[in-house]
């Protein structure tokens, strides 16, 4: 507990950056509105004409989920993460196709409740449909969520290995790799418990720094 509340202190700076995020998405969102979403017999890719930015529902839609955040990682999105797979035109409405960091998430209800809340405040019709195969990797991660997730204080994973392409439990030092520190970069690093605050994460310590940090486990 002593922990957490420390983290969360250190953190304070980024975990309010992450909570500024949504008033920051709805003007995104209201300002994108402004243009009449293409009625169905207009759906569908269509090029933007010069100096007017034209946009399909469903890329409307993927826009205003790009700002519904991670529950556990307010920084990065769940389109950042990977977890947003697709969405499809589906007659009159939308579907939007997510899959779970790892079957049995718990924050996975969580995720669905706050896609279903964004769509609706954009007033976008939307099926949700939840896909657990193919199971989602932490290759599926941007790049810039590897880099928020540094900045936030946790060590990102790394890329999978070819072979890997099952969840792995095993000590990552097993396979030979380092986690460098998010704090200070140093991969003097230990592992003090292979399952952090979620079953996701590991805890760490840095050995120059001395500073317990998370980190994601690549599977
Ligand atoms: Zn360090």
């Known amino acids: 507990m002593e922990r957490d509340a420390r983290r969360r202190a250190r953190r304070g700076d980024a975990a309010q950056a992450g909570r500024r995020r949504?008033?920051?998405?709805?003007?995104?969102?209201?300002?994108?509105?402004?243009?009449?979403?293409?009625?169905?017999?207009?759906a569908g890719p269509r090029a933007a004409a010069p100096g007017r930015a034209m946009v399909t529902r469903a890329e409307y839609a993927w826009h205003v989920l790009d700002?519904?955040?991670d529950p556990e990682i307010p920084v990065v999105s769940i389109r950042e993460l990977g977890i947003l797979r697709e969405v499809n035109e589906r007659g009159d409405t939308l579907e939007v196709v997510i899959?779970?960091?790892?079957?049995?998430?718990?924050?996975?209800?969580?995720?669905?409740?706050?896609?279903?809340a964004a769509l609706?405040?954009?007033?976008?019709?939307?099926?949700i449909v939840t896909r657990l195969a193919p199971a989602w990797t932490t290759d599926?991660?941007?790049?810039?969520?590897?880099?928020?997730?540094?900045?936030?204080?946790?060590?990102?994973?790394?890329?999978?290995?070819?072979?890997?392409?099952?969840?792995?439990?095993?000590?990552?030092?097993?396979?030979?790799?380092?986690?460098?520190?998010?704090?200070?970069?140093?991969t003097n690093t230990t592992e003090t418990s292979h399952f952090g605050s979620t079953a996701c994460k590991a805890l760490y310590r840095c050995l120059d720094c001395r500073e317990p940090f998370d980190h994601f486990k690549p599977y």
């Not at 609706?120 to 019709?125: E, W």
């Not at 991660?141 to 439990?169: C, E, W």
């Open 22 to 42: 949504p008033s920051h998405a709805r003007q995104a969102g209201h300002a994108f509105r402004a243009p009449e979403l293409p009625a169905r017999r207009h």
């Open 67 to 69: 700002t519904v955040a």
């Open 99 to 116: 899959t779970p960091t790892y079957s049995g998430c718990p924050a996975m209800g969580q995720i669905e409740d706050d896609v279903r």
């Open 120 to 127: 609706a405040a954009s007033d976008i019709r939307a099926d």
């Open 140 to 186: 599926w991660m941007t790049d810039a969520a590897k880099d928020k997730l540094r900045a936030y204080g946790i060590a990102p994973p790394h890329t999978r290995a070819p072979s890997d392409n099952v969840v792995q439990f095993m000590k990552p030092r097993a396979r030979g790799e380092s986690v460098a520190c998010p704090q200070c970069g140093s």
